[in-house]
């Protein structure tokens, strides 16, 4: 039982207390949401998941995923029954070896009560038998389980998972994964980390994929079809594997030319934000519609339509600077989206000075002077842009300003061991907005509180920053659009579900 203090004057009370029985007295069900104040009901109360393993089969030519999921997690708090996220159809649940009642509630809600309350701090295993056709599926109306002629695909933010795992899904609880799926021979099961085995039966090959750092749920990705799967290793000794649609048409060239750069990329990258963090790293390119890339840990999801106008690697930039700033060091809220979106971006920034396309100084003074001060780019306050402007184009080009005008705030030496030290300071964690201005501060000895206000917070223009103002150049013309702009943006040109 949970131990309470009995302060004296509660005795009354307490007597009445040790009349219940233990369970009904002091166990409570898990909130339906983790306390995300963008999404109130992603995510769970009451337990912390480490480890999903998920052992699936799918068949392309009806979209049926079927299997179990089996889930170590510890409980948080004394708990009477608890949620996971999820749609599909659930058959059975066992709590410790012990079928569980289940019932399924309100969008994506699925309520577990095991036939025993669980004590806090308690080890668990949750075993979820499934099956479904995800792309039936829609919880708030719309569905991230994309088909594609010869499979399917998952991968999406913020939610992903409910379409293929039942889970805690909230970047704040993250967990290690293994994904083993069966397809019929010659479809090929795609997911993150590193392939550990393939094997053959009747008909059947099973993919099994291990990632053995923590890893965000909306990072965990799927994808099912006829690809072509490249491995190698970078020169730095990052093992890369890719995998490419067989049905890219006239976008193959460009897909491969660009995504096979993953490997000298990461090490590009590993010079200013420290070592790879993870075990392996790669992309894949799935036949999909749909136009954006989304960088799901190890394994970045990229569509073929971010190649459709030639070689992109700003796009790679952009997804692999997330395996440090998202993926290694995840948000603590989805309001922190700052410290992922700010900071791919600024990346590629860093990247088009690196291929003389223009410098970041150049990309900064660009963004600044093409939105004039009564442009709505500047009601959006990347440090809290509220969910409807998650993923606004402020949220990038704003937020990389952002991250120039600390630049120039403290100084070459500071930043650059900044952007190195981040990673390293919340490696496989979780930090907010808030951890990165102090840690910023701590690095650079300055207080940076009015100008992470001004750039992050106010829903105005910032004024010119004084040193930047003075310049001669900047003050006739607007800056001359830096040749990597329009790619750059393009990399945000399509959001759609
Ligand atoms: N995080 C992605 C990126 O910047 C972009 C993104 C935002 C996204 N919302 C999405 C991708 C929804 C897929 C689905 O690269
Ligand atoms: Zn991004």
Redesign the pocket.
């Known amino acids: 039982m949970h131990r309470r203090i009995i302060a004296p004057g509660a005795l009354a009370a307490a007597t009445l207390l040790l009349a219940i029985p233990a369970s009904a007295a002091s166990h409570s069900p898990g909130a339906p949401g983790i306390g995300d104040p963008y999404y109130p009901d992603y995510g769970n109360g009451g337990y912390d998941v480490s480890h999903y393993d998920l052992r699936l089969t799918y068949q392309p030519a009806t979209d049926e995923l079927a299997g179990t999921a089996t889930i170590s997690a510890r409980t948080t708090q004394d708990l009477s029954r608890f949620n996971l996220d999820f749609l599909l159809d659930v058959g059975e649940v066992r709590v410790n070896g012990v079928k569980a009642a289940f019932t399924t509630a309100r969008q994506h809600e699925l309520m577990v009560t095991p036939k025993t309350p669980l004590a806090k701090g308690t080890p668990i295993t949750v075993v979820v038998r499934y099956s479904g056709v995800p792309s039936t599926k829609s919880a708030y109306g719309f569905t991230?389980w994309h088909r594609t002629p010869d499979g399917a695909v998952a991968?999406?933010?913020p939610e992903a998972a409910w379409w293929w795992f039942p889970s805690n899904d909230h970047p704040s609880d993250k967990a290690t994964y293994d994904v083993s799926v069966a397809v019929p021979d010659g479809t090929q099961a795609i997911s993150n980390g590193t392939l550990q085995s393939v094997t053959s039966k009747l008909g059947w090959t099973r993919y099994n994929w291990r990632e053995n750092k923590p890893q965000a749920t909306y990072l965990a990705t799927l994808a099912l079809g006829k690809f072509d799967i490249t491995t190698g290793t970078s020169e730095d000794g990052v093992p890369v594997i890719n995998a490419y649609s067989r049905d890219l048409g006239d976008n193959d060239g460009a897909a491969r030319a660009s995504v096979e750069r993953t490997g000298e990329i990461v090490d590009w990258l590993s010079g200013f934000f420290g070592p790879y963090p993870f075990s392996s790293a790669g992309g894949y390119v799935p036949n999909t519609t749909t136009g954006?890339?989304?960088?799901t840990q190890t394994r970045v999801?990229y569509s073929p339509r971010q190649f459709a106008n030639g070689s992109n690697t700003s796009v790679v930039v952009?997804?692999l600077a997330?395996q440090w700033y998202g993926d290694s060091v995840s948000l603590k809220g989805w309001k922190d989206i700052w410290i992922?979106?700010g900071f791919?971006r600024y990346a590629q920034w860093l990247w088009s000075e690196h291929e003389g396309e223009g410098t970041a100084q150049e990309l900064a003074d660009h963004v600044y002077a093409s939105h004039p001060a009564d442009d709505p780019f500047w009601t959006v306050a990347p440090g809290d842009p509220g969910p409807d402007h998650q993923?606004d184009i402020a949220v990038?080009d704003r937020g990389a300003l952002a991250v120039q005008a600390l630049r120039d705030e403290i100084g070459d030496k500071a930043f650059f061991a900044l952007l190195k030290g981040w990673p390293q300071r919340h490696a496989y964690g979780n930090a907010s907005v808030a951890d990165f201005q102090r840690y910023a501060e701590q690095v650079s000895g300055k207080p940076l509180a009015a100008l992470f206000d001004t750039w992050l917070f106010q829903p105005s223009k910032p004024a010119a920053p004084a040193a930047r103002a003075v310049s001669p150049a900047k003050t006739q013309t607007a800056p001359a659009q830096p040749r990597s702009w329009k790619r750059i943006q393009a990399?945000?040109d399509v959001?759609s579900?």
């Open positions: 991230t991968a999406d933010e954006y890339a989304l960088e999801y952009h997804e997330h992922n979106e791919a993923f990038y990399t945000n959001h579900r």
